[in-house]
């Protein structure tokens, strides 16, 4: 996405004249959660914060934790809701996915606090250069990899991917380190997790090397307005399209209803995704969201959603 002082000033004036108002602090139902021994559970904490539990092995996705999605504690994107798990509450984290260094996905609090509670013992996996900020926060066992690379976790190969983003936590640093999604390769079948992405081709590429896939979690917030997101944020009829491209059994939506990035409110991805999977003329449970700390698993016969 190539875009210059015109087009940022023209989203700034847009952000403050055309913004949806978002609660300031939307109850959740928060919950403390047992390690799961077998199956696929995931649990959805907050924005792109995704718990995933695989035959015992504990995933947790672009940690956040923080008030702010800013470089600042005073100002920037403001939490919308608790997260949907205390942090003091989690499960020992076994691999870490941070997906690029954005202050969204890559929160520095964050990843100071986890890396107390397991010292070396967590093993975490980004892009190329994001290591040096991941081990300053405290890790030992990090692992920055190119498109492609694979690495093991706990028994579970974990495959970086190509998405459609950018990286940058200031204006100095734009586009130095890499960013990407996961493909989680599980007895059950493989895992997506997208990160943060627009469309493209590398939704099918991704299929044909690791496909079909048992679950992914695909981004659906944080779209307005298009001249400007498109390129770097799928809106709910793409995110549809990147399901059907990924042949993906089930997935859910990340990326929203926590920190208003963008113009569309709270809810608005939600009935977005409604409406695209009636469009598409695709089951609304083939493409499910969950609310603030639910947490649902896959049936290992069928990948269908079972309520916890």
Request: glycine letters at 8%; charged letters at 20%.
């Amino acid at each position: 996405m190539d875009k210059g002082l015109t087009d940022l000033l023209g989203l700034a004036w847009q952000s403050v004249t055309q913004a949806t108002p978002w609660p300031d602090n939307r109850p959740v139902n928060t919950q403390t959660l047992a390690v799961a021994p077998e199956g696929i559970h995931v649990t959805f904490i907050n924005h792109s914060t995704f718990l995933l539990q695989i035959d015992g092995v504990t995933v947790l996705t672009d940690p956040i934790y923080s008030e702010r999605a800013s470089p600042v504690s005073w100002a920037g994107p403001k939490r919308a809701h608790d997260p949907g798990i205390v942090l003091e509450d989690l499960p020992p984290i076994d691999c870490l996915l941070v997906s690029h260094d954005h202050y969204d996905h890559l929160d520095f609090p964050t990843l100071e606090t986890l890396a107390t509670r397991s010292p070396g013992t967590t093993d975490v996996i980004t892009g190329l250069g994001n290591d040096s900020l991941i081990q300053r926060a405290g890790f030992d066992r990090v692992a920055a990899v190119d498109w492609g690379d694979t690495v093991t976790c706990h028994g579970l190969p974990i495959t970086f991917v190509e998405v459609r983003h950018r990286s940058g936590r200031g204006l100095l640093d734009q586009m130095k380190t890499l960013w990407g999604g996961f493909v989680i390769e599980t007895s059950r079948g493989p895992i997506f997790f997208g990160g943060d992405t627009g469309y493209g081709p590398h939704f099918s590429e991704t299929a044909e090397r690791f496909g079909p896939f048992a679950l992914a979690l695909i981004p659906i917030g944080a779209y307005e307005p298009r001249w400007f997101m498109k390129d770097v944020h799928l809106n709910p009829h793409e995110a549809v399209l990147a399901h059907q491209d990924l042949q993906s059994a089930q997935s859910v939506g990340i990326h929203y209803g926590t920190f208003q990035l963008t113009l569309e409110g709270i809810d608005t991805p939600i009935e977005d995704l409604d409406r695209a999977m009636a469009a598409a003329n695709l089951p609304r449970s083939e493409f499910w969201t969950l609310a603030v700390g639910e947490t649902r698993s896959l049936n290992a016969a069928t990948q269908k959603p079972q309520p916890e």
